[in-house]
């Protein structure tokens, strides 16, 4: 594997106005946001899940300086029975899972795989209504927090995330109402709304996951195809900014970033430019051993939130 174009193919499955008010408090430190960035991805993307580490740091750092979109672009709606892409290897679910290790070793973001031969996702587009009912019922935050978990139970934890049972549990673990939720995306209301992901993602031009673009006030700008590392991402922010090197905040604490989610090991790495050797020595720095859980996952360390 080449690290040039670290992309799933799309075609193969494989991977109103107001006035002024008389009194507005303003903050001249932060840059007003004239920047949407639509993210173009799927829940069971391999190598959306590879970009996790390099694309949270990206939001954590630049996020002020943009509108943050998730799009969902429906990576498989089925397997045919057919080949798929036989020039890759690629004739059904099991050839899937050679691919999605292999981008889990580049990535060290880890990936069993194994689902896929013994009780592979027949579609990606459940856990993506289901997305879409969460977004509409209790916004992005709550509905991006669903979409990282899917990818943990299914990369790193081999859940098939499509099936109604799991599904439900994955979104009772956020404190809603899982069977609700999952009911409502089955029907037709969940492929409506993401029909209009679908013709949001043909308009902006993304063919393949993961596709980001950055588009300015005059509705010009860059689109980035690819699991890239953080210079693309910050160069094409540049570019809709007009400004030689847009200005990073500083990255969170690690006890806050641990209070979202868990993070394996690259993920640290990757936020706070740690070279692996360094990586324990900082988790013993700012973190109380009594505050967390070190575990590991096919030979790579994660940590959770006690």
């Known amino acids: 594997m080449t690290n040039n174009n670290l992309m799933c193919d799309l075609e193969t499955g494989v ?6 008010e008389e009194m507005e408090i303003i903050d001249l430190n932060e840059p007003t946001k004239t920047i949407d ?5 799927d829940p069971i993307c391999s190598h959306c899940w590879a970009l996790e580490p390099t694309f949270r740091r ?6 002020h300086y943009f509108n943050f979109h998730t799009v ?12 798929v892409d036989p020039a890759n290897g690629i004739f059904g679910p099991a050839d899937v899972a050679g691919h999605w290790r292999e981008v889990g070793e580049y990535s060290r973001m880890p990936i069993d795989g194994s689902l896929m031969i013994d009780n592979p996702v027949q579609s990606s587009f459940p856990p993506s209504r289901v997305y879409k ?5 209790h916004g992005d935050d709550k509905a991006n927090e669903y979409l990282r978990h899917a990818r943990e139970e299914l990369f790193a934890f081999n859940k098939n995330i499509a099936e109604k049972s799991v599904m439900i549990e994955n979104v009772n673990s956020l404190g809603l109402d899982g069977e609700a939720i999952v009911n409502e995306a089955e029907s037709e209301v969940g492929q409506q709304l993401l029909n209009e ?3 949001l993602a043909a308009k902006l031009g993304a063919r393949g996951f993961p596709t980001i673009i ?5 509705n010009k700008g860059v689109k980035i195809v690819g699991s890239r590392s953080l210079d693309y991402y910050v160069s094409g922010l540049s570019k809709m900014i007009g400004e030689e090197e847009p200005q990073a905040k500083q990255q969170p604490a690690l006890s806050k970033l641990l ?13 706070y430019d740690l070279e692996p050797s360094e990586l324990q020595a900082f988790v013993d720095e700012q973190l109380k051993t009594d505050t967390f859980d070190e575990k590991e996952l096919l030979g790579e360390k994660y940590f959770v939130k006690k």
């Open 72 to 83: 969902l672009g429906g990576l498989l709606e089925k397997w045919h029975g057919g080949p």
């Open 15 to 20: 991977c109103g106005v107001a006035g002024d």
């Open 214 to 218: 950055m588009v300015n006030e005059e």
């Open 37 to 41: 960035l639509y993210y173009v991805t």
């Open 133 to 137: 009912v969460i977004q509409k019922n």
């Open 58 to 63: 990206f939001k954590e750092q630049y996020g």
């Open 259 to 271: 209070e979202k989610e868990l993070l394996f090991a690259k993920e640290i790495e990757v936020m």
């Open 197 to 199: 992901d679908f013709a």
